[in-house]
């Protein structure tokens, strides 16, 4: 079920941004705002926050508005938003359907610390995956399905928009074409990364771009209900 979720959002979001004329930038992926219809598939919701865009447009630039735990980088620290900010947010959105945990309340439990992303990043290279899965499936999970969309959710989210794949590119991954090699990509680009680091600049959290972003508080304006 969690799976076909995943899937049907996706379609929307290629709707939305390869069909629709103008294109549509929806600004606020999350678990929240997808909607089940009468035969449990997903439906794209709550268009409050969304922005039309011309498609020869890379981007628009506002206030910054979202939910906290679903904002990309770029949008936090220059306020610029494009179809890759809702891919970021999609990729979110996958961590919440495997771990049955909101972004937004990640970290208000006793034993959790910081953002969910960063906790998923830890323990991906932990090679403990198992515990990111909700706890109410109790045990009934395919594991190489969670390693797929795990790896699909961390190249969503990667912080430079311009590594981030398409949400064509990313339907097709859900589908199962094309995963691998994009994730052998993206293991080399963070190779080079790394090596390229220092011990004084070590890689960049998420956490660290909401604590730095002089928008955040804004954001947080919007980040329960509505």
């Known amino acids: 079920m969690r799976k076909r979720i995943a899937l049907g959002t996706a379609r929307g979001l290629v709707y939305l941004h390869e069909q629709c004329d103008p294109k549509i930038i929806h600004r606020d992926v999350k678990a929240a705002n997808i909607l089940l219809d009468e035969d449990f598939e997903a439906v794209v919701g709550d268009f409050g926050l969304a922005k ?64 969910m992303l960063d906790w998923v990043k830890k323990l991906h290279q932990d090679g403990k995956l198992s515990l990111l899965v909700d706890k109410d499936l109790k045990g009934n999970f395919d594991r190489i399905e969670l390693e797929e969309m795990v790896q699909v959710a961390l190249l969503c989210t990667q912080f430079n928009p311009l590594h981030r794949p398409r949400m064509s590119e990313v339907l097709r991954m859900l589908e199962g074409d094309g995963l691998a090699e994009k994730w052998e990509a993206s293991q080399m680009i963070k190779t080079l990364k790394l090596r390229s680091c220092d011990n004084d600049n070590p890689p960049q959290r998420y956490s660290d771009f909401i604590e730095e972003s002089s928008l955040v508080l804004e954001a947080m304006e919007l980040s329960g209900p509505r």
């Not at 220059?78 to 970021?88: I, L, N, P």
């Not at 999609?90 to 034993?111: P, S, V, Y």
Request: aromatic share 6%.
């Open 52 to 115: 039309l865009l011309d498609h020869r447009d890379s981007h628009v630039t506002t206030a910054v508005r979202g939910t906290v735990g679903h904002i990309a980088p770029e949008y936090l620290s220059t306020g610029q938003s494009s179809e890759k900010t809702d891919v970021f947010g999609f990729g979110i959105l996958l961590l919440e359907l495997i771990t049955g945990q909101k972004a937004l309340d990640f970290g208000r439990a006793a034993n959790q610390k910081g953002v």
